[in-house]
T-cell receptor, first 109, second 117 residues
C-alpha cells in the first residue's frame, strides 16, 4: 500500500494539451518532491516544495503544495512529446523519502 | 563530474542464487540509500547509510537482503537465495550530510535491473 497515492496512473494526450497530476496522502510531510524518470535511468528531481500553499513554476510546469502539506499537484501547460515520462511524487520526513506509485505520461505529436 | 554509478546495469540469475549489486555514490556524499522499483511502481525504500553505518534498514523485506558500506563510500547490496519476486530495478541514491531540519536532495543512479529466472 502506497502512503502517497498518485492519479492518474496513466495519461495519454495530444501535443498542446494541458494536464494535471495529483499526489495525495493522509500523512503530513516536511517537504514534497516531484521527480521525472526516463526508461533505464534513475529519477531526476524537478522541484521541492516546503511551505503549505507554496506554488513553484518551472517553465511550463506548475507545482503546488497543499495548505496542510499532505497533497500536491503538478500541472503541465501545452504538453510536448519531450514531456513523456514517469512522474513521481515523494514525501520527505527528515532525510527519508516515500514515493508515490507514479504517473506515466505519454504526449503524442 | 561523475554522478552515482551502479554495476552491473543488468543481472540475470537463477532462483536460489546469491547476487551482489554495487553502488558508487557521488564523491563527498555521506548519505547513501537503496531503493527497489518494481515494474509500474514507484521506488520503495530499502536501507539508508550515514557514513559506514546503516542508519535505517527498516525497508529490507527479509533477512535474505543485506547491505554494507565498509569505508563509507561504495556500497554493496547482497541478496541471498534469490526468489522470482526479487526481480526489480534496484536504485541507489546519495546525498550530502543530512541536516536535521531540512531535506538534502538525493541523486539517483541508473539502477541495476535484476531478473530472477
Amino acid at each position: 500500500t502506497q502512503l502517497l497515492e498518485q492519479s492518474p496512473q496513466f495519461l495519454s494526450i495530444q501535443e498542446g494539451e494541458n494536464l494535471t497530476v495529483y499526489c495525495n496522502s493522509s500523512s503530513v510531510f516536511s517537504s514534497l518532491q516531484w521527480y521525472r524518470q526516463e526508461p533505464g535511468e534513475g529519477p531526476v528531481l524537478l522541484v521541492t516544495v516546503v511551505t503549505g500553499g507554496e506554488v513553484k513554476k518551472l517553465k511550463r510546469l506548475t507545482f503546488q503544495f497543499g495548505d496542510a502539506r499532505k497533497d500536491s499537484s503538478l500541472h503541465i501547460t501545452a504538453a510536448q512529446p519531450g514531456d513523456t515520462g514517469l512522474y513521481l511524487c515523494a514525501g520527505a520526513r527528515g532525510n527519508m523519502l516515500t514515493f508515490g506509485g507514479g504517473t506515466r505520461l505519454m504526449v503524442k505529436p | 563530474g561523475a554522478g552515482v554509478s551502479q554495476t552491473p546495469s543488468n543481472k540475470v540469475t537463477e532462483k536460489g542464487k546469491y547476487v551482489e549489486l554495487r553502488c558508487d555514490p557521488i564523491s563527498g556524499h555521506t548519505a547513501l540509500y537503496w531503493y527497489r522499483q518494481s515494474l509500474g511502481q514507484g521506488p520503495e525504500f530499502l536501507i539508508y547509510f550515514q557514513g559506514t553505518g546503516a542508519a535505517d534498514d527498516s525497508g529490507l523485506p527479509n533477512d535474505r537482503f543485506f547491505a554494507v558500506r565498509p569505508e563509507g563510500s561504495v556500497s554493496t547490496l547482497k541478496i541471498q537465495r534469490t526468489e522470482r519476486g526479487d526481480s526489480a530495478v534496484y536504485l541507489c541514491a546519495s546525498s550530502l550530510t543530512p541536516k536535521t531540519s531540512s531535506y538534502n536532495e538525493q541523486f539517483f543512479g541508473p539502477g541495476t535491473r535484476l531478473t530472477v529466472l
